[in-house]
């Protein structure tokens, strides 16, 4: 399970940008969603974590 710091993540948009499942979306209201769904089968099988690996201050990381 992936998980967002709040205190750090600044809305940048570089998790968005690099998932190529498109399981992290950018909400109004200045958070991150991300598809647990897609990340537990998907990202986990192809091990693939471009999002954790490409935030400028690692605001995103694994439970």
């Known amino acids: 399970m992936l998980s967002v710091d709040k205190k750090k993540c600044f809305y940048c948009g570089?998790?968005?940008?690099?998932?190529?499942?498109?399981?992290?979306?950018?909400?109004d209201t200045c958070e991150v969603a991300i598809d647990e769904g897609c990340v537990e089968y998907v990202c986990r099988k192809w091990n693939c974590r471009l999002c954790v690996k490409s935030c400028p201050v690692r605001a995103i990381y694994e439970v």
């Open 14 to 27: 570089t998790c968005v940008a690099v998932c190529p499942q498109a399981a992290i979306e950018l909400l």
